[in-house]
């Protein structure tokens, strides 16, 4: 473990906001970048060579379900809290992310594992766990609108400050996500997961009619709770927008990210109206969507997106930066941007994380190219090592 206060590591291919170094040297003081250079860096220092490796800075992750599948690896089988949030620390500084938002999801009607206790419980062992953790970490509330039961406890943990971003969901059929209803009970992730054994249509429809019987309340409440988290100062974003009147709405509430857009011409709508949207980076990897809508690698390739998430799989942050620039899809730096200043300037953190800059936090990632296959060979936060591995 490379544990200085003070040390430099030198002659690494160094990724900039604005461009690449190589044979760069970059001198972290106490958790904080010093210096950047080309030249030698005069001192009595400790060094790390990095051989040309590339230097990035740490990936900020701001929608990752991950945290779910360590909790409940399969249906009826949970592990505690603590334990899984630990162990998902070790798997994340693995791939490279130094600040990760784990999704807690209100959605009480869709998934067992996603009651509102459960996601309360979750938040809680979150803040509680803080301590124990490396990697940077945040609560991303994702509120199901139709689950009105979950209105108070959310706007309860606003006041109290326990909420980092809150997203809106509606995962209803006939919009969204799911087209129709068929789409919804073949590809629901309770479904997947064999908490509801298919077929069981009357147990659908049961969902189904709770999920209609509170649409004329929903609005209010959504309302109520755009108007907390301004009160509080907390970041907003709105999941798999499919409409252009969506976009309007969120620009008109101040809400500030787009998550997932369904389609080429809503994610161009965000665009024209500054607001930030994420595309899921297993999408962009793979080359298309799970469910078959927009394909995050022709958006990009059109010049939209700004962010990538790992949605559910934190591997994939890593290689579709690489994958972007490797096909010439975007240059490596804007590749970067996507999963570190981008996303830090989405939720107010650019001024001390997102990108390697002197007076900036020592977050970042050594990559070996070695093999033509990116590894993370060490994970650093606050200039302290989180993560190392031989590369052969």
């Known amino acids: 473990m490379y544990q200085f206060d003070n040390y430099i590591i030198e002659n690494a291919t160094i990724v900039l906001p604005d461009k690449v170094v190589t044979h760069g040297n970059i001198w972290i003081n106490f958790g904080v970048i010093k210096e950047i250079s080309i ?11 990095a051989n040309e490796e590339f230097l990035l800075p740490g990936f900020i992750d701001l929608h990752s379900d991950a945290i779910e599948k360590e909790i409940d690896p399969r249906p009826n089988t949970n592990f505690p809290y603590d334990m899984s949030l630990i162990e998902m620390d070790k798997k994340l500084a693995a791939n490279g992310i130094t600040t990760i938002f784990h999704g807690v999801a209100f959605a009480e009607s869709d998934f067992i594992y996603r009651s509102n206790q459960n996601a309360l419980d979750l938040t809680y062992s979150i803040k ?9 970490t945040y609560v ?14 959310i ?13 809106f969901m509606d995962h209803t059929p006939g919009q969204g996500q799911y087209k129709d209803v068929t789409s919804w009970v073949v590809e629901s992730p309770m479904a997947g997961r064999g908490q ?7 147990e659908f429809n049961r969902l189904l009619q709770q999920r209609t019987m509170v649409q004329d309340e929903v609005a ?22 499919d409409q252009m009147e969506r976009i309007e709405w969120l620009s008109k509430n101040q809400i500030s990210i787009a998550e997932f857009p369904m389609n ?8 024209e109206m500054n607001i ?21 690698r022709e958006a990009i390739k059109n010049g939209y997106g700004d962010i990538l998430c790992s949605d559910y799989a934190p591997s994939t942050l890593l290689y579709s930066v690489f994958f972007l620039q490797e096909n010439q899809i975007l240059s490596l730096v804007d590749a970067v941007k996507m999963v570190t200043l981008n996303p830090a300037k989405a939720v107010g953190l650019n001024d001390t994380i997102g990108s390697i800059e002197i007076g900036k936090n020592a977050d970042f990632v050594l990559i070996n190219t070695e093999q033509s296959i990116p590894r993370i060979h060490k994970t650093f936060v606050r200039g302290k090592e989180i993560f190392s591995t031989c590369i052969k």
Not at 142 to 153: G, S
Not at 264 to 271: L, N, P, R, S, Y
């Open 39 to 49: 030249s030698y860096i005069s001192g009595n220092i400790p060094r790390y060579q």
């Open 128 to 136: 509680q766990a803080k301590q124990l953790l490396n990697v940077r």
């Open 140 to 153: 991303h509330c994702r509120f199901e609108i139709t689950n009105l039961k979950a209105v108070d406890t």
């Open 155 to 167: 706007e309860n943990l606003l006041n109290e400050q326990n909420i980092n971003l809150l997203s």
């Open 196 to 202: 509801i054994s298919l077929p069981n249509a009357d």
């Open 220 to 241: 209010e409440k959504v309302d109520h709770l755009v108007q907390v988290c301004h009160q509080n100062n907390v970041i907003m974003a709105s999941h798999d927008d």
């Open 264 to 271: 080429m011409d809503t994610i161009q709508k965000a665009k």
């Open 276 to 296: 930030f949207t994420c595309i899921g980076a297993p999408n962009v990897f793979r080359g298309k969507s799970r469910n078959g809508n927009l394909s995050g």
